[in-house]
């Protein structure tokens, strides 16, 4: 699976991760539903974490991204208007 970071580049990261991220992508929804500031922000590097411990893809190879994170200073109120009730990653 392919996932973008806006503003930093892709990552590969193997199917298997798909559980793990929207594991980490429910205690964000949870937090950003709550309007819990230091959930979203614990949340979230969590995510982008998880998301950058796979293996970078060149900046020079194009790949179509299964996901697409916003950039790691996006804020609450910005989070709110992007999750939907699946969060930010669909499965």
Do not use: C, Y
């Amino acid at each position: 699976m392919i996932v973008r970071i806006m503003g930093e580049g892709q990552w590969s990261l193997p199917d298997e991760k798909l559980d793990q991220l929207n594991e980490v992508d429910g205690k964000l929804e949870q937090a950003v539903s709550g309007n819990d500031e230091e959930g979203f922000k614990t949340a979230f590097a969590a995510l982008l974490d998880l998301v950058r411990g796979g293996e970078k893809v060149a900046d020079d190879v194009l790949h179509d991204s299964d996901v697409i994170l916003p950039p790691a200073d996006s804020t609450l109120s910005e989070m709110r208007e992007l999750i939907s009730g699946d969060g930010l990653i669909a499965g």
